[in-house]
């Protein structure tokens, strides 16, 4: 099972980095933001803000109250 999982992540990662290649290609320097629980984990550059969904759910509550 232990290999499944790793070979799940080195997928999803290795994904991950061509998107990144690929948007480099088009933009000079894209920013790169990673959210969700599993940011730590695959972030090799870039701002990790695991609780950014919420962050937004939050100032939008604050705009409508």
Do not use: H
Not at 14 to 30: K, M, N, V, W
């Amino acid at each position: 099972v232990e290999a499944i999982e790793r070979g799940i992540f080195f997928a999803a990662r290795s994904g991950i980095d061509a998107l990144i290649r690929g948007y480099a290609q088009q933009c000079e320097s894209p920013r790169v933001v990673w959210t969700g629980g599993d940011a730590p984990l695959l972030a090799r550059e870039g701002e990790i803000r695991p609780d950014l969904t919420l962050e937004g759910i939050r100032r939008v509550a604050e705009w409508n109250a």
